[in-house]
Structures are given as structure tokens and as C-alpha cells.
Nanobody, 119 residues
Framework: QVQLAESGGGFVQAGGSLRLSCAASGRISVIHSMGWYRQTPGNQREYIARFTVRGIQDYADSMKGRVTISRDNIKNMVFLQINNLQPGDTAVYYC?????????????WGQGTQVTVSS
């Protein structure tokens, strides 16, 4: 079984920054892609950024310039640095990964980490 665990969320004032972390664990053969989404109540999950299968960074146009995704391949981790946070960034942030475990390829989601930005 594969699990994704996020951390790093919390409360921050507008203009502040946060660094979110996601660790993949379990029976992992190949990580094809790994990245981040966010969701606010009543809305669909919104794509933020990811590393593609070839290790290329990809960003949603709406987030470019304000977020940076990085990774630690040895530890199977990805990180999301978010700068100049605004109240509109308040959401649950989810880690997402496309992974082949010992048997098959599957998309996994973490439990999410809450980010709350106060004005």
C-alpha cells in the first residue's frame, strides 16, 4: 500500500509564506508524477503544480511566480513554497501522486493540510 502524508499547513497572515511537504511511503516502484492541488468548500480541487514523469516542473498559470515546487527523490518527497499568501489562498492543500507500486499504477491522494490566511 502507498500513502501520501502532507505537513506544513497552518495559520499565516496575508503577505506571509508557507512551505508544504508531502512524503510518499509504502511499496513504491515508480513515481510517475507528484504534485499539489487545493480545494475550498463547495469547489472542485484546483491544480497548483507538479513534477512530470520526466522531472519537469509544471505550474498552473494562476499560480506561476508565487509558488515553487521542489523535491527530494531519495526521500520520495515534494515541497511547495507559497509566497505572498492572501486570504483567497485559504484552502485544504492536497498532495497527489501517480505511482506504480509493486502491482499496478494508481493515483493517490493525501489527507490534506489546512492553510488559513488572515487579512
Amino acid at each position: 500500500q502507498v500513502q501520501l502524508a502532507e505537513s506544513g499547513g497552518g495559520f499565516v497572515q496575508a503577505g506571509g509564506s508557507l512551505r508544504l511537504s508531502c512524503a510518499a511511503s509504502g511499496r513504491i516502484s515508480v513515481i510517475h508524477s507528484m504534485g499539489w492541488y487545493r480545494q475550498t468548500p463547495g469547489n472542485q480541487r484546483e491544480y497548483i503544480a507538479r513534477f512530470t514523469v520526466r522531472g519537469i516542473q509544471d505550474y498552473a498559470d494562476s499560480m506561476k511566480g508565487r509558488v515553487t515546487i521542489s523535491r527530494d527523490n531519495i526521500k520520495n518527497m515534494v515541497f511547495l513554497q507559497i509566497n505572498n499568501l492572501q486570504p483567497g489562498d485559504t484552502a485544504v492543500y492536497y498532495c497527489n501522486a501517480d505511482i506504480t507500486n509493486s502491482d499496478f499504477r494508481q493515483t493517490y491522494w493525501g489527507q490534506g493540510t489546512q492553510v488559513t490566511v488572515s487579512s
